[in-house]
């Protein structure tokens, strides 16, 4: 798995949202609709080889793409190459610094801690 540019995580979001999807069909739902195909299909390419989506030959020259990972997978890599960059692997840094900077309230960790010790 890889980070995405912005251009890859809107084709990601597409297929997330419409299940799998042709490139002229992943265009129409972008919400850049002046997208080139060739642009996109680059893209797409790109996303299949490092595993992010798959594709189903539905004729020798028509593929459906779908999802490989979901959107919850991808959340926690991202999340993880994050806090292991910036904060050395500890969440509690990572969430000390939210709290410092006051972008999670005491209310609002108190409620994480409610929630994680309900499940």
Same mark, same amino acid.
């Not at 595993?51 to 020798?60: N, R, V």
């Not at 991808?74 to 006051?102: A, Q, T, W």
């Given at each position: 798995?890889?980070?995405?540019?912005?251009?890859?995580?809107?084709?990601?979001?597409?297929?997330?949202? +419409?299940?799998?999807?042709?490139? =002229?069909?992943?265009?129409?739902?972008?919400?850049?609709?002046?997208?080139?195909?060739?642009?996109?299909?680059?893209? @797409?390419?790109?996303?299949?080889?490092?595993?992010?989506?798959?594709?189903?030959?539905?004729?020798?020259?028509?593929? =459906?793409?779908?999802?490989?990972?979901?959107?919850?997978?991808?959340?926690?890599?991202? +999340?993880?190459?994050?806090?292991?960059?910036?904060?050395?692997?500890?969440?509690?840094?990572?969430?000390?610094?939210?709290?410092? =900077?006051?972008? @999670?309230?005491?209310?609002?960790?108190?409620?994480?801690?409610?929630? @994680?010790?309900?499940?």
């Amino acid at each position: 798995m890889k980070k995405l540019t912005d251009k890859e995580l809107e084709i990601m979001e597409v297929l997330w949202e +419409n299940g799998p999807l042709s490139t =002229r069909d992943i265009i129409l739902h972008l919400p850049d609709t002046t997208a080139h195909f060739n642009t996109i299909a680059t893209y @797409v390419r790109r996303l299949e080889q490092h595993g992010m989506i798959d594709h189903e030959e539905l004729s020798p020259r028509f593929y =459906r793409y779908h999802a490989a990972v979901t959107r919850e997978q991808y959340i926690s890599y991202v +999340n993880k190459e994050s806090v292991e960059r910036f904060f050395d692997g500890s969440y509690m840094d990572f969430i000390s610094r939210l709290v410092k =900077r006051h972008e @999670v309230s005491i209310d609002e960790l108190k409620e994480l801690i409610r929630v @994680v010790e309900e499940e």
